[in-house]
């Protein structure tokens, strides 16, 4: 048995950050991870002479060294930027629907724009009136949400209290007529993992000012040297970690955390947790029933599990140019409808459009000389693969593949007789790996009523703290600042006892 | 200080709140999803399977195949070619090796593996000599990557096999005949004897009732008088029983001196690296004959290797780590005991290892010190940490 300030159950994003800030501000830290390596999404993994990227497409919020973004300070204070190399991207994404629309645009606002406006001339006020709102929306919700200004009223930020829930498809209608034009301004959507109907403006406008301002980026060695590098930090600073050790059982007496149990058996005491497992796991899964307020099971039960994905990693035996691949992010596909591919992630039905993400086109070092790499990906939802019997898993699951790589090939032709290496993470690959209930990689649905405007996620029980996707917007710069924030209330927590 | 509420005034807020009280009525209970995630991955991949020897058949002279059924009666499925990480016992030392399942995936009732002497091997002349029907072992779920990728191998294919390196090609050509798939095989298989030619009568049985498949057997160390294929496989004989390679997948598996052999031949033939499938090996006989391997270091040195917060070990720089780890009781996880699956991935806090070319460490890992034990060699003393 042994004894720990803070336990922190997984080595995820936000679980990482919670971690190596906890260790940093003293605290005698346990971080317990069920797999063999630290990261959760945040990884790679090795075919041949490829080291695939699994989840990073692009990472957000970075800024560059004179115009820093907030995750460049959050990892400037973590001590770990140092120890990263960041890739800028010039491009927000290349929307290609053959034979509808093909169309580049930069991170750069007024370039955007002039793109927009030459491919739909007649909308050229309304795009301009768009991006005016955008960038005005979004000066107001930075100033009044995130710098927390304690005067915040509805006069005071008429914008921000306008549009921040009208859902992103009806702010669309009201300034657009193409669908076309719709559609690649909104193309973002998947990022959220909802249909622009479902996405509240706020995200939308937040997703696309951000990348603009901060622009895109990718990092060194995958989204794993993040991982590495933060799990370095945490050692250094006197941190335990414990790898192919999941965390079994949270023990709670009197409405108070008092230990864990891992998967080994071990008993360790603690007064402090913090969750990166999810709060349905850790809530369902990891507390006795007893312990845990109904209201909390009411609170979770009116959420649904968000998407997973279905990726096919490509390894070429070429350079992206020799297949036409000219940008890191490119959205293809033959439908252009949201709701259609929305309603098509229910199902094994081959999916109308997906995300091609070929890191080496930023960064020509990605992989090794001659060769690289793609992630082909289209989120999904877990329920159509688990009506399919074990037997007919793999069949399955290269079936669909095929129909992802059948659409790449309208984009980029004879992009399969290049292909040296390929393997296919289905949702159920996704819940293999991080345990997350429907494989899910983003937590649960995102819709306004999602938003932390209506819930308040302090857990009932005193010592228990969560980070990472499931309490909060997923994506990297979200999920590492989540740590972060988490371990800062279990310090203040510690502090006033 | 609290500020005032400012919430409410959101256009559309309180409408949503009404929505919200709608959807608690109608809450989801997932208190019924416990232990949910955990029993659908284990359908796939448990972490860890027990098995029970059904049958013993005696393959060759120096081979046998058992037969491994389910206690708990479900088995989970496999790729053709994958293999299953098998846990043993031996003289107080807790080991496992990789083997391939050498039945197909549509035979969902048992695993077969078959498995061949290796003369100065510890595992195997314990299964051969010792193991009978009704013991029970413990081993990791099916992995591995050398099986048949739809999405890049085409439909011709050729088998380079090399003795026991027959066992996920057998797989892979069970399923094939067996469920009638489009795909046409060739195998090239090379044994030191004609007595040593593992599955011999079901390979032939089946090449005579299957189009697409076509045996070729080759004996590098013939009786004299014997009318096959000898030697080795060369460009030569590939070229002469395949006819046009340009549009083949090739996959070899076999003993290591094959690869080095036969992958020159692909070369020759001009087989691009994407028509070239291997199956990883395990370690090599002799590391020191290894690229890379320092000069002045020997085989039988001996170095100290402290486990943090675990204890002190002895290791011989000639054995992977992993193995002087079993032999003082330190288990790491295992699967390919290659240095592919990155199970065992541990970090080198000091010293130095020699880590074979094959090894595959991530970029990142390699930067922070991770190691894989089951493919790497103490280079003098050091200092790990599980």
Not at chain 1, 4 to 21: D, E, Q
Not at chain 1, 364 to 370: H, L
């Given at each position: 048995m042994s004894e720990?300030?803070?336990?922190?159950?997984?080595?995820?994003?936000?679980?990482?950050?919670?971690?190596?800030?906890l260790a940093r501000n003293g605290a005698k830290v346990l971080l317990l991870e069920r797999h063999n390596i630290p990261g959760g999404c945040a990884t790679s993994f090795i075919r041949g002479r490829f080291e695939f990227e699994v989840a990073l497409h692009q990472l957000s919020g970075m800024g560059t060294e004179d115009r820093p973004g907030p995750l460049r300070g959050l990892l400037g204070e973590l001590g770990v930027l140092d120890h990263l190399e960041f890739v800028e991207m010039k491009t927000l994404y290349r929307v290609v629907f053959p034979e509808k629309l093909d169309i580049t645009l930069k991170a750069e606002r007024q370039e955007a724009v002039e793109a927009l406006k030459a491919k739909f001339p007649r909308e050229g006020q309304a795009i301009e009136r768009f991006f005016d709102l955008i960038y005005n929306f979004c000066r107001e919700m930075v100033s009044m949400v995130f710098l927390h200004d304690p005067e915040a009223s509805r006069e005071k930020y008429p914008l921000y209290f306008k549009y921040a829930l009208k859902s992103s498809q009806s702010i669309l209608d009201e300034f657009f007529q193409d669908p076309s034009l719709k559609g690649?301004?909104?193309t973002y959507w998947p990022y959220v993992g909802l249909p622009p109907r479902y996405i509240p403006f706020s995200d939308l406008a937040m997703l696309l000012w951000a990348y603009i301002e901060f622009k895109p980026f990718h990092v060194k060695g995958s989204s794993q040297a993040i991982s590495n590098a933060i799990l370095d930090a945490f050692i250094r600073a006197g941190g335990d970690v414990r790898f192919n050790c999941a965390a079994k059982k949270i023990i709670v007496y009197g409405a108070q955390v008092r230990g864990v149990i891992t998967e080994e058996g071990d008993e360790v005491t603690t007064d402090y947790v913090v969750s990166n497992a999810g709060t349905l796991t850790t809530y369902v899964d990891l507390i006795d029933r007893e312990h845990v307020p109904a209201e909390q099971f009411k609170a979770l039960g009116r959420k649904t599990i968000g998407p997973s994905a279905f990726t096919v990693f490509l390894g070429f035996d070429c350079e992206p140019g020799d297949m036409g691949i000219e940008e890191t992010t490119n959205f293809i596909g033959t439908s252009m409808d949201p709701e259609r591919q929305y309603a098509l992630w229910r199902t094994l039905e081959n999916p109308e459009a997906a995300l091609l993400s070929c890191y080496d086109v930023s960064?020509?070092?990605?992989?090794?000389?001659?060769?690289?790499?793609?992630?082909l990906v289209s989120l999904q939802y877990a329920e159509p693969w688990l009506s399919i019997p074990p037997t007919r898993y793999n069949d399955a699951k290269y079936r669909y593949a095929q129909g992802m790589l059948d659409l790449a090939e309208k984009v980029f032709p004879g992009l399969s007789n290049h292909i040296e290496e390929a393997e296919v993470a289905t949702p159920l690959t996704h819940m293999r790996y991080l345990a997350h209930p429907g494989g899910a990689i983003y937590g649960f649905d995102q819709y306004a009523k999602?938003?932390?405007?209506?819930?308040?996620?302090?857990?009932?029980?005193?010592g228990l703290f969560f980070a990472g996707a499931w309490v909060g917007p997923a994506g990297f710069q979200t999920t590492l600042a989540s740590g972060v924030s988490a371990a800062r209330a279990v310090l203040k927590s510690m502090t006033k006892r | 200080m609290n500020a005032r509420d400012f919430r409410p005034d959101i256009e559309g807020f309180p409408e949503i709140q009404g929505d919200i009280e709608v959807l608690r009525k109608y809450a989801v209970d997932y208190t019924t999803q416990k232990g949910r995630v955990t029993q659908i991955i284990n359908m796939l991949h448990p972490k860890r399977m027990r098995l029970r020897v059904s049958e013993v058949r005696q393959e060759t002279k120096t081979t046998k195949t058992f037969r491994l059924i389910s206690p708990d009666a479900y088995l989970p499925p496999f790729q053709a070619g994958q293999y299953i990480n098998l846990f043993v016992e031996l003289g107080g030392i807790r080991t496992s090796r990789p083997y391939s399942i050498s039945s197909p995936p549509n035979q969902t009732g048992y695993y077969d593996l078959t498995v061949r002497r290796v003369e100065d091997g510890f595992v195997s002349h314990y299964l051969l000599d010792e193991v009978r029907v009704g013991d029970e072992f413990e081993s990791t779920s099916p992995a591995g990557n050398f099986s048949h990728n739809p999405l890049f191998h085409g439909h011709d294919l050729v088998f380079l096999a090399g003795g026991s390196g027959i066992t996920p090609f057998i797989s892979m050509i069970r399923e094939v005949t067996d469920r009638g798939l489009g795909r046409n095989i060739h195998l090239i298989y090379g044994s030191q004897d004609p007595d040593d030619i593992i599955f011999r009568e079901d390979l032939e049985d089946r090449s005579k009732r299957h189009d697409n498949l076509t045996v070729s057997m080759v004996v590098s160390n013939p009786p004299r008088g014997y009318p096959g294929f000898t030697g080795f496989i060369t460009a030569q004989l590939m070229k002469e029983v395949l006819g046009d390679v340009s549009p083949k997948t090739f996959y070899l598996c076999g003993p290591e001196a094959m690869y080095t052999y036969c992958l020159k031949e692909l070369e020759i033939l001009?087989?691009?690296?994407?028509r070239r499938r291997t199956e990883v090996f395990g370690p090599p006989k002799d590391v020191m004959a290894q690229p890379g391997w320092p000069e002045g270091v020997s085989a039988d040195a001996s170095f100290k290797v402290k486990v943090k917060g675990r204890k002190d070990i002895r290791a011989r720089a000639g054995e992977p780590l992993m193995i002087s780890m079993e032999r003082a009781s330190i288990i790491l996880p295992a699967s390919c005991r290659s240095g592919e699956c990155s199970l065992c991935r541990t970090k080198l806090i000091s010293g130095k290892v020699f880590q074979p070319p094959g090894v595959k460490l991530r970029k990142s890992d390699r930067l922070y010190g991770y190691i894989h034990p089951c493919l790497a060699y103490p280079l003098e003393d050091c200092e790990i940490m599980i």
């Open positions: 720990y300030g803070v336990v922190v159950i997984g080595a995820g994003n936000g679980g990482l950050t919670s971690a190596l800030t690649v301004i909104s960064d020509p070092e990605f992989s090794a000389p001659g060769t690289s790499q793609a992630a999602d938003s932390n405007l209506f819930e308040d996620r302090r857990s009932p029980i005193r | 001009g087989i691009p690296r994407r």
